[in-house]
């Protein structure tokens, strides 16, 4: 049966002290979701002092990355990309570790990169449905997500979003050019260079347990700079088949 499975989607998990939360995220992450995928799971655990590790393991992840200590988020979804691409993944799907994301839904956040329609996807809050998002969140998340939408010139509903897709090109050719943070900078960097996004709605439940990391003040002081970084940097271009089927450059 596996001999069939000639594609693989690889899905990761930025994990810090999640000890919690973490294991029933793997043990939901469906293995069986098409016949021509193998699923693998792979924890980045960015130097968590808790049972991470043990639980992630128990429930079932095929690999654990371990940093000696705590990078940060960036760099740890920097290297589930890197991962992803070592073991052969022709698609790369993050989720959060926390279990607000809905891992049933991993297959409905991949089929518009397996069907060949984008290179780049979101789990989509706001597109979906949100339960115990506070106040403060919810405006934070409209600023940021307005703010990159004015940047693109491109509407985004959820630009913070904890889960989201990526075509194997778009694994190979993401930077993410600080280690705090992924979510703004990663989208950036990937619409600039011509990745086509794509939201699918999903469902989105608040944390019960544990803490968000986000403290606004360090947040918006990494974050921040980081985006007007990457705006500076030049766009660069993605390397699309032109319609005799050779390779080209596209400049964006
Ligand atoms: N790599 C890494 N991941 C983190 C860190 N802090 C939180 N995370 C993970 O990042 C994800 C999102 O974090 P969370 O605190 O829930 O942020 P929020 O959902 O935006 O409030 C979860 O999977 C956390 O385990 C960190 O310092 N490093
Ligand atoms: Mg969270």
Same mark, same amino acid.
């Given at each position: 049966?596996?001999?069939?499975?000639?594609?693989?989607?690889?899905?990761?998990?930025?994990?810090?002290?999640?000890?919690?939360?973490?294991?029933?995220?793997?043990?939901?992450?469906? #293995? $069986?979701?098409?016949?021509?995928?193998?699923?693998?799971?792979?924890?980045?655990?960015?130097?968590?002092?808790?049972?991470?590790?043990?639980?992630?393991?128990?429930?079932?992840?095929? =690999?654990?990355?371990?940093?000696?200590?705590?990078?940060?988020?960036?760099?740890?979804?920097?290297?589930?990309?890197?991962?992803?691409?070592?073991?052969?993944?022709?698609? /790369?799907?993050?989720?959060?570790? $926390?279990?607000?994301?809905?891992?049933?839904?991993?297959?409905?956040?991949?089929?518009?990169?397996?069907?060949?329609?984008?290179?780049?996807?979101?789990?989509? #809050?706001?597109?979906?449905?949100?339960?115990?998002?506070?106040?403060?969140?919810?405006?934070?998340?409209?600023?940021?997500?307005?703010?990159?939408?004015?940047?693109?010139?491109?509407?985004?509903?959820?630009?913070?979003? /904890?889960?989201?897709?990526?075509?194997?090109?778009?694994?190979? @050719?993401?930077?993410?050019?600080?280690?705090?943070?992924?979510?703004?900078? =990663?989208?950036?960097? =990937?619409?600039?260079?011509?990745?086509?996004?794509?939201?699918?709605?999903?469902?989105?439940?608040? @944390?019960?347990? /544990?803490?968000?990391?986000?403290?606004?003040?360090?947040?918006?002081?990494?974050?921040?700079?980081?985006?007007?970084?990457?705006?500076?940097?030049?766009?660069?271009?993605?390397?699309?088949?032109?319609?005799?089927?050779?390779?080209?450059?596209?400049?964006?």
């Amino acid at each position: 049966m596996n001999a069939v499975r000639s594609k693989k989607l690889v899905v990761f998990i930025p994990a810090h002290n999640e000890e919690g939360d973490i294991g029933d995220v793997i043990s939901r992450i469906p #293995r $069986d979701f098409h016949p021509e995928y193998a699923v693998q799971v792979v924890v980045i655990d960015d130097g968590s002092t808790d049972g991470t590790v043990a639980v992630a393991k128990k429930a079932g992840a095929d =690999l654990v990355v371990s940093f000696g200590t705590n990078r940060g988020l960036g760099a740890a979804v920097r290297e589930g990309l890197a991962q992803s691409c070592s073991l052969g993944a022709d698609i /790369g799907l993050m989720i959060d570790a $926390d279990n607000e994301y809905p891992p049933e839904q991993i297959p409905d956040v991949v089929a518009p990169i397996r069907e060949g329609e984008a290179d780049y996807t979101f789990g989509s #809050r706001f597109k979906g449905r949100i339960h115990g998002m506070r106040l403060h969140r919810r405006l934070g998340n409209y600023a940021f997500t307005l703010l990159q939408s004015i940047l693109l010139r491109k509407w985004i509903y959820d630009g913070q979003s /904890g889960m989201r897709g990526f075509s194997r090109e778009a694994m190979e @050719r993401a930077e993410i050019i600080h280690d705090y943070n992924y979510a703004q900078v =990663l989208t950036l960097n =990937l619409v600039r260079k011509g990745f086509r996004l794509r939201e699918v709605p999903i469902d989105y439940r608040v @944390r019960t347990r /544990g803490q968000s990391f986000i403290k606004m003040r360090a947040y918006l002081s990494a974050v921040l700079p980081a985006i007007c970084r990457e705006m500076r940097r030049p766009a660069g271009s993605r390397k699309v088949p032109n319609r005799s089927g050779k390779i080209q450059e596209t400049l964006s």
